[in-house]
DNA sequence: GTCTATAAAGGGATAGAC
DNA sequence: GTCTATCCCTTTATAGAC
């Protein structure tokens, strides 16, 4: 798919860098020199290992996390055998992961990069954050366990509600994340019973 | 509270302008350019209008964004009668306004301008979002409408949810926001009854 | 109130030494 | 692989004309 060098230790250090500050902050809010500064060397040091500059490391940092995000997910969804124990599966491996704000992606870094890139990342990640969590509840819905309701909108909201907790300054946190999540699914799950 | 010029009808075009623009796409992805030219004037001509530059226009836009979300909210939500329709009301208000992504303001903006404005951006985010929404839990907790959860973050996961509806492309509205938004008061509401 | 001109700093990108 | 030096464009900000 591209010219890059041999891929070395060294350029999996920019990248993993890299993709930790665009998803945390955004495309334009992140500099190369940040970038740089993050791995202690010079911000041309850069250009060896990403030759096509930051937009592109950008496009390819943020549709590896995505993949690794589809990865994630379906390995620990697939592992697990309830409804419940899926969802949770889920929303752990959202906390676990660096934040990454499909909001703030599809509002403001979307916009910001050349919109052929967009559109393709758009895809990626509607199929690799939404569709294996859809697919949770479209299974449950069709064996009758909840309601069915439109299970990309339940997939987006969990996810959102997730990433919220991510986002949450720790001051305000009176409990752990993870015992939020558990409380948000649990409320899930009794908000879409079958009545 | 400053020094600008007295209000005119042109200083409030420009504070809206740049209002609209920072909520959309953060403080980082606009530039003053782009605030300018959406005025038809050009970037010097902001600084008659603004002339404590670039963070103090972001930091009075949004701390006006907010007071009005808070007064909004709190309007509606008083004149609603039950839960549900104070949810409803809340959840309008909120797809009535330019999208305000709370966790890109958390995550990114906050870090990019001087941290005493921060922390006093966060704590008017604090209770002219949360504040008013999480009150709505707080009460119905009491009475025994609805479980007693930690408010605050039902008010964050409601928030959240509803945010990202806004920033839902319009290709993958199946629905409209507003009848998704009602779909998952639904949820939350049966959700929190008690058990 | 808006303009042109311009200074000053920031940020992306290239060239070439080591 | 990383550095320094440098180019050039963008962005913030100021000065002064109209």
Redo the contacts with the bound molecule.
């Keep these: 798919m591209s010219d890059q060098?041999?891929n070395?230790?060294?350029?999996e250090?920019?990248l993993n860098t890299a993709e930790k500050l665009f998803a945390e902050r955004g495309y334009?809010a992140?500099?190369?020199?940040?970038?740089?500064d993050a791995?202690?060397?010079?911000?041309?040091?850069?250009?060896?290992?990403?030759?096509?500059?930051?937009?592109?490391?950008f496009v390819e940092v943020t549709e590896r996390n995505l993949r690794r995000h589809q990865l994630g997910l379906k390995t620990l969804i697939g592992a697990a055998s309830s409804l419940r124990t899926k969802l949770s599966a889920a929303a752990n491996w959202l906390l676990s992961q660096p934040p990454m704000d499909l909001g703030r992606m599809l509002q403001s870094d979307m916009v910001a990069i050349t919109p052929e890139e967009a559109s393709r990342l758009e895809l990626i990640a509607y199929d690799a954050l939404l569709m294996p969590i859809a697919d949770i509840f479209i299974r449950a819905g069709v064996v009758g366990e909840i309601r069915q309701e439109n299970p990309i909108m339940l997939a987006g909201a969990l996810i959102s509600v997730i990433e919220s907790l991510c986002a949450l300054p720790e001051h305000y946190l009176t409990q752990s994340r993870h015992v939020m999540a558990e409380s948000l699914i649990t409320l899930f799950l009794d908000g879409l019973r079958v009545r």
Tied chains: 1, 2.
């Design positions: 060098p041999p070395s230790e060294a350029r250090r920019v334009k992140v500099t190369l020199r940040d970038v740089a791995l202690g060397i010079k911000q041309a040091s850069l250009y060896y290992h990403v030759p096509h500059g930051k937009e592109a490391l």
